[in-house]
């Protein structure tokens, strides 16, 4: 299959999905990666009077909605490339949005993201663009765009997918060998996702400096209590701008 295919195949695929989830039970407890990224407030060393934060790939809110219930900022920030997701982000946080702390918008992160330089004291990514945008160029422009729209002393975390692990990751398709180097399709729903040495995430967070760079085991789906099986298989990580 072409590559310049690839971004309009997961773009489909995840307005598929996202349509199909409304209709599903989603998960109502925190995820781990978001715990863990609550847990990590004191890495923002920005000296903002008003604490502001960015989720790339908001889904339907929650991760949203967990953070400032629980004090880690004072406005949200939400995007997705799929407007039933952005809508049900809106309702579910409609009272943040009618009291101005939380805005919500359609973009696909790997086109650029519509922020001003400095704009952010957290941007935070949990298995969204950061893993899903299967062009190469189109993944530069992402973690540059990051380290742009970001403060002084404003921290990125994410969670993605660890390559070291690919060969051991079981719901990974044999057939993924028709994808470039760093990308496979994974059985459930045909997603590509990409994953990452821990060389290629250091050169793209160069100017950033490293806070931490972890193998984590442990990742559930934003809909239902899917758990994925991937012993070493995420990275987790934060880089701060200095």
Same mark, same amino acid.
């Given at each position: 299959m072409p590559t310049t295919t690839l971004r309009d195949e997961n773009h489909t695929r995840w307005t598929a999905l996202h349509q199909k989830s409304t209709q599903l039970a989603t998960r109502v407890t925190p995820s781990y990666?978001?715990?863990?990224?609550?847990?990590?407030k004191a890495a923002i060393r920005t000296q903002s009077a008003r604490r502001e934060i960015l989720e790339v790939g908001c889904g339907f809110g929650r991760n949203l909605l967990y953070l400032i219930e629980n004090g880690f900022c004072d406005v949200i920030h939400g995007i997705d490339q799929t407007p039933?997701? !952005? /809508?049900?982000?809106?309702a579910l946080l409609s009272d943040y949005v009618e009291r101005g702390l939380c805005f919500l918008s359609v973009m696909d992160a790997g086109r650029g993201l519509a922020f001003a330089d400095n704009r952010f004291d957290c941007v935070f990514d949990i298995m969204s663009a950061i893993t899903f945008i299967p062009q190469p160029e189109d993944r530069q422009r992402y973690w540059s765009e990051i380290a742009r729209i970001l403060k002084p002393?404003?921290?990125?975390?994410?969670?993605t997918v660890r390559a070291e692990a690919e060969a051991q990751i079981k719901d990974r398709?044999?057939?993924? !060998? /028709?994808?470039d180097t760093g990308l496979f399709r994974r059985e459930q729903d045909g997603m590509i996702e990409k994953c990452y040495t821990a060389a290629e995430i250091r050169d793209l967070t160069q100017g950033l400096d490293e806070v931490e760079l972890s193998i984590t085991s442990e990742h559930i789906r934003a809909f239902g209590d899917e758990h994925f099986d991937r012993q070493d298989g995420f990275w987790f990580g934060i880089f701060r701008k200095p």
């Open positions: 990666a978001i715990k863990r990224i609550l847990a990590h039933v997701a !952005v /809508e049900s982000s809106r002393g404003g921290v990125y975390m994410f969670l398709l044999a057939s993924s !060998v /028709e994808l």
